[in-house]
Structures are given as C-alpha cells and as structure tokens.
C-alpha cells in the first residue's frame, strides 16, 4: 500500500510502498477512513535529529478514524466492520497514567519507540493502520468520518486543557483562545459547549477571525502589539480567567501572561518552542502557566460524544492521499481554515495483493 512517511529528520516527507501489515497477536487492523493533519506534523519536519528519540522511518497520521478489518489472535473485540477512532497518544498501557487512560502522560513513555499513532509509529496516512491494542480504539457508530477525525487531537487537546481550566470558567468568566487553526477553533466551540465563559479569540489572520466569529467566539482580536489593550477592553482591568495559546511561541506566552488575572492560569498548548521568563513580578500573583499535552481516552469519549451531539462541529477541508503534501504545505502557508483531512481511500494506488482479510479468531 501507498503511505506517506517521515524517513529522516529534517527531509520532507515522501512516498513509499510498505506492506499491508497483519495483525500479530492483541493486535487490530484498521482500515483508515479519515486522517486529519496536525500542525506538530510540521515543526516535527523542521526539528533537527536527536529531538526525540523514535526510529524512523515511520508513516506520518496522528488523527485517525476508520473500520476494523482484521483482528490478531487473540482480539474477539471490536467486530469487523466496526467504524473507530484510534486514540492517538500510545502508552504502556499498563502504568498508573495508562489504567487511568491518560496514556499522552504514560510513565514509561521514555521506553517507548515512539509517542503514537502517526508519532515514531506507523499513522493512518496509508490505507490500513496496525493497532497495537483494542484499548486503543473507540466506536463511533455513524458518525461521519471526516468529522471524527479531528475529534482525536485538534478537539480532544483543547478539550483536555479546557476541562483542566473549568473551575476557573465560572459564570461571568472569560478566556482568551490564542490561535484559531485546527485546534483553535475547536477550542472556541468546546467553551461555549461546556462553560458559561465568554470567548475572546486572538489570530494574526484575519480570515481564521472570521472562522473564530462563525463559530461562536464573542469577540476577535487581531494579534499584534495592541492586542493586550484590546483583549482588556473586552475581559476588564483585572485580566482573563484563562487564556488558551495554541501558537506557544514567545510573543503569544508574553500575550497570554499580560492579560491572565491574578489566580488565573495560562494553558500553553502550541508547540512553537517560546520561552517565557518567570519572576514573582512577570505574571499576576498566583497565576499560574502550564503546558497540556492531547488528552485521555474518557476525554476523547466525552470530545465524541460532543461531536455525536452538534455541540462542536470542525471546518474541514478533504484531500485525497496522493494530496498530502499540499494538505501539508498549505497548512504551513496558514491556508487551511479548521482542519485539512486525508481521505486515503481515495487513493489512485492499488493495494498489494495477497492480504488474507478479516482473519478473525
Ligand atoms: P494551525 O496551523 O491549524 O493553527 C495555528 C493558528 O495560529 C493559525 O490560525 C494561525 O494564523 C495562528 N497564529 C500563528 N501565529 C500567531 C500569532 N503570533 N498570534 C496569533 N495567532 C497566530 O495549527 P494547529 O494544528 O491548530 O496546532 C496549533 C499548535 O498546537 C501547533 O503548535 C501544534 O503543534 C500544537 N499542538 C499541540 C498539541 C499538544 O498536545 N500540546 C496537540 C496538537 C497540536
Ligand atoms: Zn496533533
Ligand atoms: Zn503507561
């Protein structure tokens, strides 16, 4: 089959034909119907070797959704045919993190070849995915795909970070959504589902302002020198109860320290590599800054069953697999509004022959 692999740090991504894999046993093999693209996928393309310590080369997909096709022996669950989500963070599965189901902190992560689906293991940007366990996949009965896709990282890391912040998000409450890309932009819709706060959004596009309004934040700020002054205008003089920053980088930490209030706390969830310098005087008192990293799988079944219900429905934009790397660039010019999502069954390629389908045991 046709997968789209990161082979060496710093090259591209590329092309290669790899075996359909079988499932050994407690394993699953999911045939991919939908893979989201994440923006990690590119600062990983840009960070040099040795970042992290997974072997490569490995096919790239970290949101993945798709139907069971085949079990390794010893799975008698999911059936065939069920439709899926992978919970993408891939833990031990056997620590006190993992038996909580917060495998994206897993305490034997160190050991591990790699963080995930997609993630120094092989992803869903290919037409099958080899699942190491059916504790890693969730039903998702009708759900269309393309939706669900984007449930399992661009809404379940908000979600996380969201639900770590609620009981700062009482009524009369604000937070302030840095970034309003794939994750942002789900982040808006999951506040005004699960909190009574008022949303304020801050991109430095003005078009992801208009997805921000479209989805329900209350006010958008442009970033920018003045965007301090124009989020306090909206939060008041005393500062936000929370503020989500989904860029991370040194100007949106800075951002996100000036307008927290006092005993607020600042979730960085962007990856841009910013560094904030702490100091009894550099943020209010008792404010607190912290990174999230994904979420749990209860989290994602909460994220799907929010989905499930129309409270947060993700902008998408599809892409045949033989498209990706457009997916991918246009991403990285910031011309993807929401989320861009791999269709790999619409792949012109065929599969390799030989595959002994639904091997049941
Ligand atoms: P995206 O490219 O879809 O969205 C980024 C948004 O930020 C865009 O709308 C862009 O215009 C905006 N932006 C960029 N610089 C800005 C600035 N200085 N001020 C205001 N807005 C700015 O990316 P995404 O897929 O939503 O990912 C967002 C970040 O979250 C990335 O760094 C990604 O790696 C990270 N991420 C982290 C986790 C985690 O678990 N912590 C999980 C997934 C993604
Ligand atoms: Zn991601
Ligand atoms: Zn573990």
């Known amino acids: 089959m046709k997968a789209f692999r990161f082979v060496a740090w710093g090259r591209p991504p590329e092309f290669a034909e790899v075996p359909i894999p079988e499932p050994g046993p407690g394993q699953v093999l999911v045939k991919v119907t939908a893979a989201g693209v994440c923006h990690s996928d590119l600062h990983i393309f840009d960070w040099p070797a040795g970042m992290l310590p997974w072997k490569l080369p490995f096919t790239l997909g970290h949101e993945v959704v798709g139907k069971v096709e085949a079990l390794g022996p010893g799975v008698k669950a999911p059936e065939i045919g069920t439709a899926v989500a992978v919970y993408g963070p891939w833990g031990c599965g056997t620590c ?3 038996r909580m189901g917060m495998e994206n902190y897993c305490e034997r992560s160190a050991e591990m070849p790699g963080a995930g689906v997609g993630l120094g293991f092989d992803g869903g940007m290919a037409e099958y995915v080899l699942v190491p366990s059916p504790r890693l996949l969730i039903p998702i009965g009708d759900m269309d795909p393309i939706q669900a896709a984007p449930m399992t990282d661009a809404a379940l890391t908000p979600y996380h970070a969201i639900k770590a912040g609620l009981p700062l998000l009482v009524p009369g409450s604000t937070a302030v959504v840095i970034g309003v890309g794939g994750l942002g932009h789900m982040a808006v819709q999951i506040l005004d589902a699960i909190s009574p706060a008022t949303v304020i959004a801050v991109d430095k596009d003005q078009r992801k302002l208009d997805l921000a309004k479209r989805v329900g934040a209350a006010q958008m700020v442009p970033a920018g020198e003045k965007a301090a002054d124009a989020i306090r ?17 040194d100007e949106t930490i800075a951002l ?4 927290v209030r006092p005993a607020g706390r600042v979730f960085v969830v962007g990856i841009a590599g910013g560094s904030f310098a702490f100091s009894f005087f550099s943020i209010p008192y008792e404010a607190a800054i912290s990174s999230t990293y994904w979420g749990s799988s209860v989290e994602l079944q909460e994220v799907l069953a929010l989905a499930a219900g129309g409270k947060v429905k993700a902008a998408v934009e599809t892409f045949a697999l033989d498209d990706v790397a457009t997916a991918y660039s246009r991403l990285r010019a910031g011309d993807i509004e929401g989320r861009a999502v791999i269709l790999p069954a619409s792949s012109k390629v065929p599969v390799g022959a030989g595959f002994e389908k639904a091997r049941a045991n």
């Open 96 to 98: 006190r993190a993992c």
């Open 233 to 249: 205008k909206f939060v008041g003089p005393v500062g936000a109860n929370a503020v989500f920053d989904f860029v991370g980088s």
């Open 256 to 259: 996100a320290a000036k307008v």
